[in-house]
């Protein structure tokens, strides 16, 4: 179903690989899926896949292309687990916001200028976050995103739909940090916050070790219903 494209940067100095997956008729609108640690994935194509069968245009943006174009790993791997985490602190997320802003430019356009949102993974959800604070994204769902609670200062900028799912055994993300989370994100009318209880985190990946059948259709159900309503 899918296909690869190639995304120009905002400043079009370079461009970076996405995988792109469309509906069988005209899009309702698009939806750029954010990769974990893993790269382009099958797991976060598959993703991109399910959505273009729900009637969107779906887009996976390559992210870490600034420190190797192209990766593709497998979580259930331990030396690719290993690999994963090493590409970290190489990572700029703000850099990573320029390259969503011309993701949802890319996408924008696919749509005839219509909406576009975001759901991102682990990373992706963080990602997912910093979209919702920074960009024109029409609404954000994020999975689980570590490091959310520091960029809490953030938080004001966002005016639009923003939907957080988070484990509650998740052993990156503590139950006081999903607290400290909520502490300032409940005020905010625009974001509805989900805890799934007795998972951890990566419950809601494709396939694989780490995937919890029940509370990933669960967290999966109201990510569609979200968009269907935000993004109409």
Sequence with gaps: MGERID??????????????????????????????????????????????EAGYLAVAPDLFWRIERDIVLDPDVEDE?????????????????????????????????????IVGFCLGGR??????ARTDIDASVGYYGGGIDKLLGGAHAIAKPLLLHFAELDHFITAEVVADIRSVLDT??????????????GFA????????????????????????????
């Design 7 to 52: 995304i120009p940067t905002l400043d079009g100095g370079d461009s970076f690989s996405a995988y792109l997956a469309r509906p069988a008729g005209a899009p309702k609108a698009a939806i750029i899926v954010i990769q974990e640690i893993f790269g382009v994935n099958p797991g976060i194509r598959a993703k991109c896949d399910a959505w273009a």
């Design 205 to 232: 990946t494709t396939s694989g070790k780490r995937r919890s059948e029940e509370a990933a259709q669960l967290a999966d159900g109201r990510s569609a219903t979200f968009f269907a309503e935000h993004l109409k």
């Design 188 to 201: 905010n009318g625009h974001v509805t916050i989900h805890e799934y209880a007795g998972v951890d985190h």
């Design 81 to 117: 687990m290993k690999r994963a985490f090493g590409y970290i602190g190489q990572f700029d997320p703000d850099l990573g916001v320029l390259d969503i802003e011309a993701t949802i430019r890319a996408a924008r356009a696919g749509v005839d200028g219509g909406k576009v949102g």
């Design 127 to 132: 990602m997912a976050f910093l979209a919702a």
